[in-house]
């Protein structure tokens, strides 16, 4: 599996836009780039996904770069609930793909009152 | 939407001895996974059910874990004969049988050997 790598910590203060940079250089062409979170003492959460083109959901942004090489996370306005460990992973989509995701060590975002 | 649900939420036990853990998925998931995280580290894959088939288990699993989903709908992941390094929690995840359908996961159950 194509890995990626993540800062391990990051920091913001509310209602200010986060940027959470995930760096894929060995992705392949059906990678897909999946998102997850997960809150202090939960399980991981969904948070988006995309392959190519920019995605917007309820939750956040991912913005993926031309090369694919790179994409990030932006929640556009943080709050105290969106502290919690970011995972970047990617997804294979071949063949009899199913969600057997490989999760690395995060970014642990901290968010400022 | 009920999520996934896991019980018990936390299990002490002591060595040697044999714990079982449930997971319900959300009703119409047809898939089922099990992964196992411990402190500081991401959650890592156990094993996968599509229905009550278990296609995939990983390395981790060793000969004394065995999981179950016998009709298709909650699965069981039993520990024979603990031992200190499997203390962690057991987080079990569902999702839609299309494609990358994303995971919904439960809260986990924590697993402290002594």
């Known amino acids: 599996d194509a890995k990626t790598t993540q800062p391990n910590s990051m920091e913001s203060n509310e209602e200010e836009p986060v940027h959470l940079p995930c760096n894929h250089s060995?992705?392949?062409?059906?990678?897909?780039i999946h998102w997850y979170r997960q809150l202090p003492s939960q399980g991981p959460e969904y948070v988006i996904h995309?392959?190519?083109s920019n995605v917007n959901n309820r939750m956040a942004s991912l913005a993926i770069a031309e090369d694919r090489k790179s994409s990030t996370l932006i929640l556009h306005r943080a709050t105290l609930r969106d502290a919690a460990v970011y995972y970047c992973?990617?997804?294979?989509?071949?063949?009899?793909?199913?969600?057997?995701?490989?999760f690395g060590q995060g970014t642990i975002l901290t968010v400022h009152p | 939407d009920t999520g996934v649900s896991q019980d018990p939420r936390h299990k002490i036990t002591k060595r040697g001895q044999n714990v079982t853990f449930r997971c319900d998925p959300i009703?119409?998931?047809?898939?089922l996974y099990w992964y196992r995280q411990t402190l500081g580290q991401g959650p890592e894959f156990l094993t996968y059910?599509?229905?009550?088939?278990?296609?995939?288990k990983s390395r981790l699993l060793s000969d004394r874990f065995s999981a179950e989903r016998p009709k298709g709908s909650f699965s069981t992941l039993e520990i024979q004969r603990t031992e200190q390094g499997d203390s962690a929690m057991y987080l079990c995840?569902?999702?839609?049988?299309?494609?990358?359908?994303?995971?919904?996961f439960g809260n986990g159950t924590r697993l402290t050997v002594t």
């Open positions: 995309g392959l190519t």
């Open positions: 060995t992705i392949s062409g059906t990678d897909y």
């Open positions: 992973i990617l997804l294979y989509a071949g063949g009899t793909s199913y969600g057997k995701l490989t």
């Open positions: 995840a569902s999702s839609l049988d299309v494609g990358l359908s994303p995971l919904h």
């Open positions: 059910f599509q229905n009550e088939a278990q296609l995939e």
């Open positions: 009703s119409e998931h047809n898939r």
